[in-house]
């Protein structure tokens, strides 16, 4: 027998290189590392007229900016403090009359392979349409709102329907159970919780509407409002005329037109709450600015 050896062999490593083409390097907006690293060495030498100038170029301010950075709180720094934007406008509005709003926005591959294409024009009526049932359900600036729901388009627009009404909204994965649900809820004072009736994984229905209704159940829970269900399958869920709507409701024939709400950067667009060295929940949130253009 031989003897024992602690060393260890990989057989999955791997150095192969694959350079993009020059038609990709072309097009891409960092033409490659050598453009990559002067980026990198002119956000050294000025962070601050760095990040200043990314947000004139990248961003449409309804309201521009004097101010970059104000250090004046340390460590609650405010960026772009003086200005106003929306995260949905910049998202969807500023490419409406550009070549850029029959573009596809979104391709989505549903549980059974089929294959939905949205594009930024059609993104932004949705998204209206939406923010306007939000609306109409009470939901306003300021507020947050917990979205536990399945990979769709509808997802998408929830986020940007929030945003666009100057609502934070909180991400839940729609793998969590009842329990962690209600925390989250809690920790972010939600006024509402979009979700499905069910969620497709691998052929099979999952719950997330009776997990929803699990969570609330649990206490604490009494700064909700309303429940909004999106119909993802053909099974039926318990629905609380009260509190719970369908989606897409009965808005679904109103404007598709949703002017959006401004907002100073430091306002939160969202917020998710990771697991804490204990376990429990700790709240983090991404400002309007850091959202569309990245300094957190």
Avoid at 35 to 51: R, S, V
Avoid at 114 to 143: H, I, P
Avoid at 204 to 221: R, S, W
Wanted: charged fraction near 20%; charge should be positive.
């Amino acid at each position: 027998m031989s003897a024992p050896s602690s060393a260890i062999q990989s057989t999955l490593v791997e150095n192969r290189v694959f350079e993009p083409s020059d038609a990709t390097v072309k097009a891409a907006r960092i033409s490659g590392m050598d453009a990559y690293n002067a980026l990198c060495a002119e956000a050294e030498q000025d962070f601050e007229g760095f990040w200043g100038k990314r947000a004139r170029e990248v961003l449409t301010w309804h309201k521009p900016f004097t101010k970059v950075l104000d250090e004046s709180n340390k460590p609650f720094y405010k960026w772009f403090e003086d200005g106003e934007l929306n995260a949905s406008f910049n998202c969807l509005d500023r490419h409406m009359g550009t070549p850029v709003e029959n573009k596809t926005a979104i391709i989505f591959e549903a549980d059974d392979g089929a294959v939905t294409k949205v594009t930024y024009k059609e993104l932004l009526a949705k998204v209206s349409q939406f923010a306007n049932a939000l609306k109409a359900r009470g939901v306003k600036k300021g507020d947050r709102v917990v979205i536990y729901m399945p990979m769709t388009i509808e997802g998408v627009v929830a986020m940007q329907a929030c945003a666009r009404i100057g609502a934070t909204h909180s991400v839940v994965f729609g793998g969590f159970s009842a329990k962690a649900l209600q925390e989250r809820i809690q920790d972010a004072g939600a006024v509402a919780v979009i979700t499905a009736n069910y969620q497709m994984r691998g052929g099979k229905e999952l719950p997330l509407k009776a997990i929803v209704d699990e969570g609330i159940a649990m206490g604490g829970c009494e700064s909700i409002k309303t429940v909004i269900v999106f119909q993802r399958t053909q099974t039926a869920v318990n629905m609380v005329a009260a509190v719970t709507s369908p989606w897409p409701m009965p808005w679904r024939d109103s404007p598709p037109t949703a002017r959006p709400k401004w907002s100073v950067p430091s306002i939160p667009c969202s917020c998710f709450t990771p697991l804490g060295p204990q376990a429990s929940p700790r709240a983090c949130s991404t400002a309007q600015a850091a959202t569309c253009c990245g300094p957190t």
